[in-house]
């Protein structure tokens, strides 16, 4: 069976610090990957999304970058934080194309303080 | 503009009582409807997938129907119970969205002993 891991669970950051936020998924080959924000009080926001190594499409003007170094590995990055990044992370996963189901993984809270 | 709403934002019934969810959307052009509970700081679970083909799917005590002319989903749950407590967010895909999910504003449900 098929399972998405993140972390980490829980970060507390200073604004201006780096970032890196890992997402890994099992069981499965070539899925499409999604990293979602979703801010205090509000829906949940695309941040980026995958279609395969080095296919990576932005959704929103950000100072927030995504990098997919392997298959199943695909990983949320920063430079320098800021007060507004801060949010729960959630990465997703489906297979290709087509009418298939979303599975989302349990998600990482970020503070930035 | 494809527009996923949920109304009402919160609710409160007692145990036992049989409810409905509501969904609309904007496009009747879609692939599929996803169904997701999501715990308080926890990610998201899929409840129930329906495919556009599809009128309902159905899992234990929850049901979910698509009326894809009139753009509208509803979560039927019966016998509610305090464990049923959560957020319930309705996600639709849309033919022209690529392999991407538009959500709602999910409905905060509490279920009271």
């Known amino acids: 069976s098929q399972t998405i891991h993140q972390w980490p669970a829980t970060l507390v950051q200073p604004v201006g610090s780096p970032l890196s936020l890992e997402c890994t998924v099992e069981?499965?080959?070539?899925?499409?990957l999604y990293w979602y924000r979703q801010a205090a009080g509000r829906g949940l926001q695309l941040l980026f999304y995958?279609?395969?190594?080095?296919?990576i499409s932005s959704e929103v003007p950000q100072n927030l970058s995504a990098s997919r170094p392997q298959d199943r590995q695909f990983i949320l990055s920063s430079k320098k934080l800021l007060l507004s990044d801060s949010g729960f992370y959630l990465c997703?996963?489906?297979?290709?194309?087509?009418?298939?189901?979303?599975?989302f993984g349990p998600g990482t809270r970020l503070t930035v303080t | 503009k494809q527009e996923v709403t949920q109304i009402p934002a919160a609710l409160s019934v007692p145990e036992g009582e049989n409810l409905v969810l509501n969904c609309s959307f904007t496009?009747?052009?879609?692939?599929?409807l996803q169904w997701f509970r999501q715990d308080p700081g926890k990610g998201l679970t899929s409840l129930l997938l329906?495919?556009?083909?599809?009128r309902e799917q159905t899992s234990g005590r929850l049901n979910a129907s698509l009326d894809k002319s009139s753009g509208r989903s509803t979560l039927y749950i019966a016998a509610s119970q305090p464990g049923d407590s959560a957020t319930y967010l309705c996600?639709?895909?849309?033919?022209?969205?690529?392999?991407?999910?538009?959500f709602g504003g999910g409905t905060r449900l509490m279920v009271k002993p």
């Open positions: 997703a996963w489906t297979l290709g194309q087509g009418p298939y189901e979303q599975y």
């Open positions: 069981g499965t080959s070539n899925p499409n």
């Open positions: 995958s279609i395969g190594i080095d296919q």
């Open positions: 496009d009747s052009a879609i692939y599929n």
């Open positions: 329906i495919q556009s083909s599809q």
């Open positions: 996600a639709v895909k849309f033919w022209n969205a690529g392999n991407m999910l538009t």
